[in-house]
């Protein structure tokens, strides 16, 4: 009976030894992999944090408190008084018109032009996407004169619409460069079997091209939406009535009149990136499947 038992232990000691050895080595890199993005996480969120806490103080806490105190009461109040005295709402829906006539509008216009460089045979193709990408290298700050004048030639000065074309040209080269790469990838196989079923150069284009495309279109519906709500340079440069103002120039008009005001500025600064945020929940799940998609040699 004791030499079963010894026996038996032995068996159970060699099995567990045996299981040990299989075990996967603990996978460091992964941990710190891990570590780094909660690091990473951690001081992309601190901003925001601070900025909310000082958006709900009044001013006796915002002298009186730390920077990560919690307020004594929270006051709401800042945010109805920045509504009113930024005017958000005018600025704001300015902003919103501009971006969505001005992203779906572009995006249309470089799919269609990354559409026809890529997939259909004409000479120097290759030239017409150099000087797309070219295009895209122009710095707009070299460019603020001469728009102006050009705008104020046209009577577009201090309009909407004076904005949103010069947004559409130094826009659509980096989409249409991006988009190339990403038509390029397209088997060619598709485009013959749509065309020996009788379908037509825009029915492959806008029934079989396009929607393989959207993971790309929605990472540059993103990129390209925060780019114009944030647009500063050319809007401060072409508008001139506070009517026509978008956010970027209602915040820095906030800012110089009610810098001391360190509540309600923050709330205001935090209620004009909302917009960009719902934009960014809502096609989040295509941006890092389509944000690399241009990338592919063509």
């Not at 159970?12 to 992964?30: N, S």
């Not at 993103?222 to 009517?243: K, P």
């Not at 309600?264 to 945020?277: E, G, K, T």
Request: hydrophobic share 55%; aromatic share 12%; net charge positive.
């Amino acid at each position: 009976m004791a030499a079963t038992t010894v026996t038996t232990a032995h068996a159970a000691r060699t099995h567990l030894g045996r299981e040990a050895g299989r075990r996967k080595p603990r996978d460091w890199v992964g941990i710190g992999l891990w570590i780094a993005l909660l690091l990473s996480a951690l001081a992309w969120a601190m901003p925001f944090i601070f900025m909310f806490l000082t958006s709900v103080k009044s001013k006796a806490d915002i002298n009186a408190l730390s920077t990560w105190d919690l307020p004594t009461t929270f006051l709401w109040a800042n945010y109805a008084d920045a509504i009113d005295t930024g005017n958000l709402w005018e600025t704001g829906a300015n902003s919103l018109l501009i971006a969505l006539v001005k992203v779906p509008l572009g995006l249309l216009l470089a799919s269609g032009a990354a559409f026809a460089l890529a997939r259909l045979r004409f000479r120097h193709h290759k030239v017409v996407l150099g000087l797309f990408v070219v295009g895209s290298m122009v710095p707009i700050q070299v460019a603020l004169g001469p728009l102006f004048n050009t705008m104020l030639r046209l009577d577009l000065l201090d309009s909407r619409a004076g904005l949103i074309l010069p947004y559409l040209a130094f826009g659509i080269p980096y989409q249409v460069f991006m988009l190339y790469g990403f038509f390029k990838a397209i088997p060619d196989e598709l485009d013959e079997s749509a065309r020996i079923d009788g379908a037509s150069t825009f029915r492959v284009f806008w029934q079989i091209c396009l929607p393989l495309a959207r993971p790309a279109l929605a990472a540059l519906f993103i990129l390209d939406f925060v780019a114009t709500w944030n647009e500063y340079a050319m809007a401060t440069t072409l508008l001139q009535s506070q009517s026509n103002w978008t956010i970027p120039l209602a915040v820095q008009s906030f800012s110089s009149q009610h810098a001391t005001d360190y509540g309600s500025l923050n709330a205001f600064i935090i209620m004009s990136a909302v917009p960009v945020l719902i934009v960014y929940l809502m096609f989040q799940r295509y941006f890092v499947q389509g944000a690399f998609a241009g990338a592919v040699k063509g």
